[in-house]
């Protein structure tokens, strides 16, 4: 069999085998993303099937689906949300680093990880997945529920610190130290402020220049410039994601929401493959020791980002069963735990990969199904006491 | 009356309304021109129960339906207050004189006195329209004058005058 041939036959299977696995998953209400891991782990070298042929290309193709993920992520927030997010909920985006870096940051020092690595792990544990958080709350009608500003401020703010924590955690993976790390962030916080205010005044110019009446120009202007960004930053010592993210920041809502709609398949499909090259990439042979790690972890951040959404509810005077829903909707970890431990194990250390696989597979399984079975709480709750 | 907007990030806007009878509504509004309708549990407020999901065609829908006949009754209540103030909806007939022209060219105001207030078209309101909407055989004028204004009006848009 020639080579091109391979090629095709393994990817349109590989198509096919996401499409099987997403179905099933949405039939069981969760996110597709656990499902792709664990087939990919199965797939490549010490798997069932290898994927030598189409190997090259998965990397190449991951490359572009974390720099999609990341745009659509800027895309999906407009600056003035950011803000109020912000204003409203700046204690509880706190509280929900405090409570959650720190125990994947000690778990990476105790696996004897370097200290990068740690805060590799510790980005792991720290950031919910937004993608299978908001698909649950809509899935579960809770959108006009109480609690629900506050879980989305939570993802909000989370999201704007990925700005300002990859570039961090580029810089201290590149092992120029502590100091240039701190250097990264105040770089980033320049970079994300000066776009956000930019945005605010001229992303409409922006946005008159992507658009057009036809939306294969969109895709293509908005491609374009979204991996020239990408690409000059990963240059200058920055990470691609976060130039990717900078570009969706900028742009007006406006035209946010046509790029949404256009990109999303396209965003959808590399971001399989960019699951499919991280499952390809950690031997699955390495998880089984890793678990009992994995599984503390997932125990230990369970309990820590209930807390975090307790906390923002009660903010927001919610009492104590939508508390209980906003924590255990906030559990779920997914794609940006991948997207950090990816690019931990893309900068010498693949140790990373086992335990965040792990991590990742239990959290964005038990989030959801945890935060079903707290929803009958309400029916039994009766507040302490009775409003006069 | 107490409406309270909340916003939801990276989802819509919420609405939540108190009405006079104790009931509480919520409304999230999405950012696809979808809607959520929910109404409160009463062991936890918290939390939406018998939530309506609306796709942005079915909500346009029900904003129609709630949203014409609100506003002629808002200008039938206008007239109760003030007394020799009426309100009337007078229809553009097929074979107007006004079918295709703009709302200037009827004069309304000054010929009549009588001001006209929306146009309703098929399931669209046009409140508040300017002399430059066209009128088209079909639509109704929501007009509010006195009696004789009102009269007058309708027989000038049926061409009798």
Redesign the interface.
């Known amino acids: 069999m020639d080579h091109v041939s391979a090629l095709l036959l393994e990817l349109g299977l590989l198509f096919l085998g996401i499409s099987v696995l997403g179905l099933a998953a949405r039939r069981l209400g969760l996110s597709p993303i656990p499902f792709v891991l664990v087939a990919a782990l199965a797939l490549g070298e010490g798997g069932v099937v290898p994927l030598t042929t189409a190997e090259p290309f998965l990397a190449a193709a991951a490359e572009i689906g974390v720099v999609l993920l990341l745009l659509t992520l800027g895309l999906?927030?407009s600056a003035g949300?950011?803000f109020?997010?912000f204003r409203r909920h700046a204690p509880s985006g706190v509280v929900d680093l405090v409570l959650n870096a720190p125990p994947g940051f000690v778990a990476g020092l105790l696996l004897g990880l370097p200290w990068e690595g740690a805060l590799a792990l510790a980005g792991v544990t720290w950031i919910s997945s937004?993608g299978i958080v908001?698909r649950l709350?809509?899935d579960l009608?809770?959108?006009?529920?109480?609690?629900?500003?506050a879980v989305?401020?939570v993802?909000?703010l989370e999201d704007l610190a990925m700005a300002l924590f990859l570039p961090m955690l580029v810089v201290a993976l590149a092992g120029e130290g502590p100091g240039s790390a701190v250097a990264g962030v105040a770089l980033a916080v320049g970079a994300v402020l000066l776009v956000l205010l930019a945005a605010q005044r001229h992303g409409h110019r922006l946005g008159r220049l992507l658009s057009h009446e036809d939306d294969e120009q969109v895709l293509l202007r908005l491609v374009g410039l979204t991996l020239l960004v990408a690409g000059l930053a990963q240059a200058m010592g920055a990470s691609a994601a976060v130039g990717a993210f900078l570009v969706g920041l900028a742009l007006p809502a406006s035209f946010a929401?046509r790029a949404r709609a256009i990109l999303g398949p396209l965003r959808d499909l590399f971001a399989a493959l960019f699951f499919v090259a991280f499952g390809l990439a950690t031997d699955p042979g390495e998880i089984l020791p890793a678990l009992p790690v994995a599984v503390a972890l997932a125990v230990v951040t369970t309990a820590t980002k209930v807390g975090t959404g307790w906390f923002a509810a009660r903010r927001d005077g919610?009492?104590v069963?939508?508390r209980l829903?906003a924590g255990t909707a906030l559990v779920a970890r997914g794609e940006f735990s991948i997207v950090i431990a990816g690019m931990a194990a893309a900068a010498g250390i693949p140790e990373i990969g086992p335990v965040a696989t792990g991590y990742v597979l239990l959290m964005a399984v038990s989030g959801p199904v945890l935060t079903r079975l707290v929803e009958p709480l309400?029916?039994r709750?009766?507040p302490a006491v009775a409003p006069a | 009356m107490e409406l309270e907007e909340?916003?939801?990030?990276?989802?819509g806007v919420?609405y939540e309304l108190r009405t006079r009878s104790g009931q509480l509504l919520?409304?999230?509004v999405?950012?696809?021109g979808g809607a959520?309708i929910?109404v409160y549990?009463r062991?936890?407020?918290?939390?939406?129960r018998g939530?309506f999901?609306l796709n942005a065609e079915e909500a346009d829908a029900v904003a129609d339906v709630l949203g014409a006949p609100r506003l002629t009754k808002r200008f039938a209540d206008l007239s109760k207050e003030v007394p020799g103030l009426q309100s009337a909806r007078i229809p553009i007939q097929p074979g107007s004189p006004f079918d295709g022209r703009s709302l200037g060219d009827t004069r309304a105001r000054t010929l009549t006195g009588c001001s006209i207030v929306a146009i309703v078209r098929d399931a669209d309101v046009v409140p508040s329209p300017t002399p430059a909407d066209q009128l088209r055989a079909g639509d109704v004028l929501v007009a509010i004058g006195s009696s004789e204004g009102l009269e007058q009006l309708a027989r000038r848009l049926s061409g009798q005058v």
């Open positions: 999906e927030f949300e950011l109020s997010s937004s908001a709350l809509g009608g809770r959108l006009a529920n109480r609690e629900t500003p989305l401020s993802l909000v929401e919610v009492a069963p939508g829903r309400s029916a709750w009766r | 909340t916003l939801l990030p990276g989802v919420r919520g409304i999230v999405q950012r696809d959520e929910a549990d062991h936890d407020p918290d939390r939406a939530v999901r």
